[in-house]
């Protein structure tokens, strides 16, 4: 029998393993985290600095109200349908396919009407597609 008294050994955390996992730890969460701030978005469009507006041959404005209601280079077209507006852009397609669709829309129009308008303008074969907008300075006067 052995009834030597045993040393007791002070129990020894070692820190320097423990620093490491935590350090990981923190740096995934830092690296997974999304820094996405909810905010409401606030647009008034459309705004942007641009030339005067002009009127070539090889354009067409095609305006969208802010009801839906579409007309093209300023003659109304009857019913909102797609067939009756690409109708009227075939019909005032002067330069032929090389005609550039200029799409007026009211900045409270419907994103639908404006994408209804490329659609018709897709099936008349006009491919050249921009969009007007108004200066800031006459946005601010408003």
Do not use: C, W
């Not at 730890?25 to 996405?36: A, E, G, K, P």
């Not at 090889?58 to 093209?72: F, L, P, R, T």
């Amino acid at each position: 029998m052995n009834f030597r008294p045993r040393t007791k050994e002070e129990p020894e955390i070692n820190l320097i393993p423990f620093i490491d996992v935590l350090l990981v730890v923190l740096i995934f969460l830092m690296l997974s985290t999304t820094y996405s701030k909810f905010t409401e978005m606030q647009l008034t469009l459309p705004v942007a600095d641009t030339d005067a507006q002009r009127n070539y041959p090889k354009e067409m404005i095609v305006s969208v109200g802010a009801d839906g209601a579409y007309s093209v280079n300023q003659t109304a077209v009857s019913g909102r349908s797609l067939e009756n507006l690409a109708t009227a852009l075939t019909e005032a397609a002067k330069a032929g396919k090389d005609t550039v669709v200029i799409i007026s829309a009211d900045a409270s129009a419907k994103h639908q009407a404006v994408v209804t308008v490329m659609e018709a303008a897709r099936r008349a074969g006009l491919n050249q597609i921009t969009f007007a907008t108004q200066s800031s300075a006459q946005a601010g006067g408003k």
